[in-house]
């Protein structure tokens, strides 16, 4: 599949970095406003760039195209390459507001293409490996799930200072760049939501500061908690069951497992130190392994994402991550702005 580039920044470098392994994927073009980040971008590189998305599509005639911009832009650039025919892998969020959401949902039924977004965390290796403990059954019936999404050190006091860094401009500052993968998670592991109530502060004027949503999923109870402030740095998925749990560190790509073992009481109160220690020193030394070795790199949930789309719709499949699961978590993070108090915003003026 022919596939090009929309957007030529950091998290693009990485994208390209994993289509290259891809069989199934070739790069045929990139689109990028700034010149000089287009031309650095092709640099040694077989195939060109554009300074208009129009001409890319017209000359490379992609059938694939993955929109990497700045939020406020991926609508208006997916409802573009839509008129065109062409499929969509949008970076997160999908859109700005739900009626963008809709707004690209439509053009893609109308079109024919289908519509994607890279919710890559959830193709983390180990958030794979709690997936597959899951669907094996061996947490038995899921009771429960909930996810913490944190903020990096100063990334609070960032918003409150004067910036030109889209992050901190979006509606609710830094938090809108992080909300959607707790939101996801959230949806693939308890299901669609049935009912939602949210509460969130403010940190100040149009920031969001802490914000707790709980939802009634299809399979269980959910919650999400975000924070602004909250240190150290965490983002953590635990997923409850009748027969089990997990907690996973998505920092630090560790996973934990309890288990009700029928144990004398003296060891029933020592062994679950000594169990869970194990288990974090055997994934720390495989990880650290991985990354020496060069077998994990940054963002392996992107890796994993793309080769997975590939496979999947090059075999006449649908994408693996469904424009209606991007569609709720805009639509979740438009009732996290409403309890903040915060309006949200279609970003028209920052569309490029």
């Known amino acids: 599949m022919r596939v090009a580039l929309i957007g030529c920044g950091r998290i693009a470098r990485v994208h390209r970095s994993y289509l290259e392994n891809i069989p199934q994927a070739e790069i045929v073009g990139v689109f990028d406003v700034v010149q000089q980040a287009r031309e650095a971008f092709v ?5 060109p760039a554009f300074g208009s998305l129009r001409e890319l599509v017209e000359q490379t005639r992609p059938d694939v195209a993955h929109v990497l911009t700045p939020p406020p832009t991926h609508a208006p650039v997916a409802l573009e390459l839509l008129a065109s025919k062409v ?20 053009a ?6 289908w519509v994607s977004v890279d919710h890559n965390r959830f193709f983390d290796p180990v958030v794979q490996r709690a997936a597959t403990a899951v669907e094996s059954g061996r947490l038995g019936e899921i009771t429960g799930v909930d996810v913490f999404q944190g903020a990096e050190v100063g990334e609070a006091e960032k918003m409150l200072a004067p910036s030109d860094d889209w992050r901190v401009n979006l509606p609710g500052g830094m938090l809108h760049n992080l909300a959607s993968h707790p939101l996801y998670l959230m949806r693939r592991f308890a299901g669609p939501a049935k009912r939602v109530q ?22 269980c109870l959910a919650g999400v908690t975000m924070s602004a402030r909250t240190q150290p740095f965490m983002n953590r998925l635990s997923i409850f069951g009748t027969s089990g749990t997990i907690e996973v560190n998505l920092n630090n790509m560790t996973l934990i497992e309890r288990r009700t073992r029928r144990l004398p009481k003296l060891v029933g109160k020592v062994w679950p130190n000594l169990d869970e220690a194990r288990q974090l020193v055997g994934a720390t030394a495989s990880n650290t392994f991985a990354y020496v070795s060069g077998k994990q790199r ?11 789309l590939y496979a999947s ?27 903040a108090g915060i309006e949200p915003s279609e970003g028209a003026d920052a569309a490029r």
Do not use: C
């Open 313 to 339: 719709v090059a075999a006449g499949g649908p994408p693996p991550v469904s424009a209606e699961e991007g569609r709720d978590v805009v639509a979740w993070y438009d009732q996290i702005l409403e309890a």
């Open 298 to 308: 940054f963002y392996p949930g992107i890796g994993g994402h793309l080769q997975s």
């Open 87 to 106: 499929n969509v892998l949008v970076e997160k969020p999908l859109a700005m507001t739900t009626a963008q959401a809709d707004e690209v949902l439509a």
């Open 43 to 47: 640099s040694g590189a077989a195939f």
């Open 198 to 219: 949210v509460l969130a502060t403010e940190l100040a004027a149009g920031k969001l500061s802490e914000v707790r949503l709980v939802a009634q999923g299809e399979r």
């Open 108 to 113: 893609a039924a109308e079109s024919g293409a």
